[in-house]
């Protein structure tokens, strides 16, 4: 097993044809396959940083598979040097986590012309990349954002507002393909349940703690009522909430993320926050090693690789194991 960590450098038919052609390669190398990965951005939030620990502790297990392993820092230009490094060395297969989906596409394309295999793992790339994508292996974003939706108006029915209720939207990174869609999914969603609930405004809050309570320091300045916020993920919740109860105005707010991180689930268990979208990272890297060894083994695997990501609140948290991340 070999692991190289961190090393910071700057339809269908396709499909089938470089599964055979993997599998070929995998004879040609005596049955081990090489997978590079290139990550967002492992420090940014304890999510990423779960994920990598699984991911090698995953690839360890299995003496078939060796695996180099890259975090792009966030920065696109460095993850698009890391792509064309893979292709250099030609390892068998790459997982792309990607930092912005629309740049990363001419270093996928680069990879697929080359007759290597990608997986998206965890966030997609723009559609206009899908024809070099062998699969993508992760949680669909749009339903999270749609269920985020049902957990809020489900509240406010509750509580007998949904006929006045107010929500701000703290969104991830502008351009990552999952804020994006965790964007889309809830303000699709909430006028279909909730008809007459206002989204007043959206801002961003790049999946920074900090980013987000300086976000909500301002939404409470601005606004004198609002009865709901959410936010992309559980990491920007908190920070949402944070500045709230500095405000003295958490108490009658329905705070709903999009991802449980354990910060979440324990103000969930004080009664501070409301819900969220149960989504384990560790889930989520095995997920996408096996999508990557069984295209590799010439197995059909769905484009769209998805796994359940189920809703989580007050109501139902003891159910579902405190997150590791």
């Known amino acids: 097993m070999n692991i190289r960590t961190k090393a910071m450098i700057a339809g269908t038919t396709a499909l089938a044809g470089i599964a055979l052609?993997?599998?070929?390669?995998?004879?040609?190398h005596g049955g081990t396959f090489t997978i590079g990965i290139t990550q967002?951005?492992?420090g940014v939030d304890s999510y990423q940083t779960t994920y990598e620990e699984a991911f090698i502790a995953a690839?360890?297990?299995?003496?078939?598979?060796?695996?180099?392993?890259?975090?792009?820092?966030?920065?696109?230009?460095?993850?698009?040097?890391?792509?064309?490094?893979?292709?250099?060395?030609?390892?068998?297969?790459?997982?792309?986590?990607p930092t912005n989906g629309q740049a990363v596409i001419p270093a996928v394309r680069e990879a697929y012309q080359a007759g290597i295999?990608?997986?998206?793992?965890?966030?997609?790339?723009?559609?206009?990349?899908?024809?070099?994508?062998?699969?993508?292996?992760?949680?669909?974003?749009?339903?999270?954002?749609?269920?985020?939706a049902e957990i809020m108006c489900d509240?406010?029915?509750?509580?007998?507002?949904?006929?006045?209720?107010?929500?701000?939207?703290?969104?991830?990174?502008?351009g990552y393909t999952t804020a994006i869609e965790r964007a889309q999914g809830f303000e699709d969603r909430l006028p279909e349940v909730c008809p007459n609930v206002t989204l007043v405004e959206t801002q961003p809050g790049n999946w920074n703690r900090e980013d987000s309570q300086r976000v909500m320091e301002a939404f409470l300045v601005q606004y004198d009522d609002i009865d709901g916020v959410y936010s992309g993920d559980d990491n920007m919740g908190v920070g949402a909430l944070n500045?709230?109860?500095?405000?003295?105005?958490?108490?009658?707010?329905?705070?709903?993320?999009a991802t449980n991180f354990a910060v979440g689930y324990d103000a969930m268990g004080r009664g501070e926050y409301w819900g969220s979208i149960y989504q384990s990272p560790v889930d989520d890297a095995e997920a996408a090693l096996a999508t990557a060894i069984a295209i590799l083994n010439g197995e059909?695997?769905?484009?769209?690789?998805?796994?359940?990501t189920p809703k989580i609140t007050q109501d139902n948290m003891d159910e579902f194991d405190r997150p590791v991340f």
Request: zero cysteines.
């Open 21 to 28: 052609a993997s599998a070929a390669s995998a004879d040609a």
């Open 40 to 42: 967002n951005n492992v």
């Open 59 to 97: 690839a360890e297990a299995n003496p078939n598979v060796e695996v180099v392993v890259l975090d792009a820092g966030g920065d696109v230009s460095r993850q698009i040097a890391q792509m064309q490094d893979l292709v250099q060395q030609e390892v068998d297969a790459i997982i792309i986590w």
């Open 117 to 148: 295999p990608v997986i998206v793992t965890n966030s997609n790339i723009a559609e206009e990349g899908f024809d070099f994508v062998s699969s993508f292996s992760g949680p669909d974003n749009i339903t999270q954002g749609s269920r985020s």
């Open 155 to 174: 509240r406010f029915i509750e509580l007998g507002i949904e006929n006045e209720a107010r929500v701000v939207q703290i969104s991830g990174q502008p």
């Open 243 to 257: 500045a709230a109860i500095a405000a003295g105005r958490a108490e009658g707010i329905t705070f709903v993320g």
């Open 300 to 308: 059909e695997v769905p484009f769209l690789n998805y796994f359940d």
